[in-house]
């Protein structure tokens, strides 16, 4: 019963206002102007019997009752029944479960942090060790895997930075349309943007079945305080939702659908362009954003990756200077003497400009190609050999001391080995050391043994047997004497300088010992020019080779990729093994480290193999893991949330292209306007809250 409805009698009138006693006998026409005392006793000599005015009997009974209710609250706390007395409300059902082993009394704490259960501490604060502890520190107690503890308390987990810049391309988008679409996404904060809590939005104690992740527009509202009307008015259009978030895996449905499918045929028949082939659902039923490789592209791709790949990635590569210059060094191959020509490899040029004498060198030359080296130039010549000096200093820098050189110089030339990994630890040190002693120090003959000089040394036996003299002749009796006229019954070996034994002409390569013919006795048996000279023979070894054939052929020994030198070019080479070649995405990889407009960065974004990656790939050079797209749904990382799983109830919502509508002249899908949203997302229909599409913790920005 309302308060006023109560009917009380009045007080006497005989009562003063204030007192809680008044005279024993002023009721009998009595004056006493002495009064009772303020503890109720008489003060004549003949004393009365002072009684309770009305205040005084209500003090009285408002005693005894916080009397009784204090002894009731201190028997609750004895028997563990004090959490029950206090709690404003029931859990909701995940909270609960997780304090269900917990006892009553200790329930409370678990997330108040004044709450311990004896009854004092009700009254009073924490102590020393809750100082500056809030409710939202105990909340990211649990829950600090899924959100940082630096980001809780700011708005949207964003930095100021990040959310002005928000703010600002809102500004923008309002000043360019109509103010009445776009001025809701601009915040005007209604609280302090730096120090939200967790229970700003997220209400306990509403009731086991209470969903603490629904937030209403009106919360909504308390920062963005321009009032909302429904999603069709108000909402601001969008353009290139949900195409202008990009992606880490580069894919023109138009081109496939309009061009490629049709094109490919399964017999008579042209294969299907159908969505729902790459993109299955999962064991959410969740449509998935992107396939597996070997599912969806390698029937078609593949080969064209492989070939791609063969051009393979150089490690090192000696380039071509004239005779002069390399006078100027310790020793040069003859192979890469001649006219200035080839171009440095972008690896090589990491292990060497942290030399800054090599690092002013390169600059000097364009493109790192020395066919532009301009022979007549003041600096480009010494410039020329100062880096030829550098690759041969390098090779034998990783001869000696093998992949740790590699990561000195890596790390020095501030490039971070670790991006490097995959590359370093696949390269050979041995072939390297080997190749530096075969280059430059020449203390490794591969014709030594080879069958051509054996059939040259068998032909200089046949020559000096033809010009032997009769028997008895001093020559035959005596072999010692004339030393002189013995030229031709020197060593075969040749190491005394006998004529023919050391003749360079006889052990070219190119001519693979056919100019002495084919017999032992006809020294024109066969025509030299009669075969080619680069073709591969099996049963011919030479040089760049032990097993046999003028050259090494990676497409027929390394088909599954690897490290191997090529003689003609001079150069360490690696080939590629086709899609997800570990070797070439480290090297990708480490792209990342360098800034976008460094050359070494852009000549190797520029090799045919690196390409080829990165067609597909765009954000692979951004940094480590950026070859595949991550999944949408279930992701904090956007403002913006949506699941095709409800949407694919809906028979007319299950044929992709009613919504992905394909874009004519190899443009990819047209973006979803506000009206295919609006048709269905109303207040009456699919529901028009904030929180439908979007999610308040962003993750990054």
Known sequence: MPRENVHLPPPPAIDRPGDRWVCGVHASGKKCAAGPTGLGTCPLSEPC?????????????????MGIAVAALFLYSREGYVSQFFKPGELTTPHAQILAGTLNEKRCAACHTEASMSPQSWFARGGVGHDHVSQTDRCLDCHHSTIDRQSARLAHNLPREARQQIRSLALQSASQTPSSLVRHSVATPGVDPEHVQCAACHREHRGADANLMIMTDAQCQTCHSQQIGSFADSHPQWSDWPYGRGGRIAFNHSSHAMKHFPATRNGDVATEFRCLDCHVKDENHELSRVVRYEFACQSCHDDALRLESDHGIELFALPTIPEPQTHEMESWPVAATGFYDGTVAPLSELFLRHDSEVAAALRKIES???????????????????????????????????????????????????????????????????????????????????????????????????????????????????????????????????????DDLLE?????????????????????????????????????????????????????????????KMAIVYRGSGHADPVVRSAIESLATLPANDPIRQRMLANRTVAACIGCHPAASDGVGNWTS????????????????????????????????????????EPLKLESCATCHTSHGAGESCTKCHRYHVDSF
């Open 508 to 568: 070219d390569d190119l001519l693979g010992g056919d100019l002495l013919g084919a017999g032992d006795d006809d020294l024109l048996g066969e025509d030299p020019l009669a075969k080619d000279p680069l073709a591969v023979d099996a049963d011919t070894p030479s040089r760049g080779s032990q097993e046999g054939g003028d050259r090494f052929d990676p497409d027929r020994m390394l088909i599954a990729g690897g490290w191997y030198r090529d003689e003609l």
């Open 368 to 502: 790192r190609d020395f066919s532009r080296v301009n022979a007549n130039s003041r600096d480009q010549p010494a410039a020329a050999t100062t880096i030829a000096a550098a690759h041969r200093r390098l090779l034998a820098d990783v001869a000696r001391k093998g992949q740790a050189a590699m990561i000195e110089r890596a790390e020095a030339s501030a490039v971070s080995s670790t991006a490097l990994t995959n590359v370093i630890r696949s390269i050979p040190p041995q072939m390297l050391s080997d190749t530096y002693r075969m280059w430059f120090l020449n203390r490794v003959d591969p014709l030594a043994n080879s069958i051509p000089r054996q059939r040259a040394k068998q032909v200089f036996r046949t020559v000096a047997a033809q010009h032997q003299r009769p028997q008895g002749d001093r020559l035959a009796g005596n072999p010692a004497s004339s030393p002189g006229d013995d030229l031709l019954l020197a060593d075969e070996s040749g190491s005394d300088g006998s004529l023919l034994g050391g």
């Open 49 to 65: 019997c002072p009684r309770r005015t009305w205040l005084g009997r209500r003090k009285a009974v408002g005693l005894v009752v």
């Open 630 to 669: 991550p999944p949408l749904v279930g992701q904090g990382r956007t403002f913006t949330k949506f699941s095709h799983r409800p949407h694919m109830n809906i028979a007319g919502l299950t044929d992709c292209v009613h919504c992905h509508r394909v874009g004519q002249d190899d443009h990819d899908f």
